[in-house]
């Protein structure tokens, strides 16, 4: 996969993996297009916090897109 690249989605729900190296805040846009050309943009912020494990930085965040639209 390439990044900030269009990837045809098959289904209604779609897992999206990011890994930061950074503990600074996060902001993540993802924009999401139909078959019309409309375009909704979804935002996520969040701080990282450290994990024991190999240091690394993790957030979980789930969004229905339909709330896009709201």
């Known amino acids: 996969f ?6 045809p989605l098959t289904k209604d ?3 999206l ?8 805040r996060q902001t993540i846009d993802v ?3 139909d078959n019309f050309g ?3 943009k979804l935002s996520f912020n969040f701080n990282n916090e450290k994990t024991e494990e190999k240091g690394k930085s993790t957030a979980v965040v ?3 897109l339909n709330d896009a639209n709201s």
Not at 2 to 7: L, Q, T, V
């Open 2 to 7: 390439k990044p900030n690249d269009r990837y």
């Open 13 to 15: 729900v779609f897992r």
């Open 17 to 24: 993996y990011y890994t930061s190296a950074s503990t600074d």
């Open 31 to 33: 924009y999401v297009e």
């Open 38 to 40: 409309q375009i909704a």
């Open 62 to 64: 789930t969004k229905a």
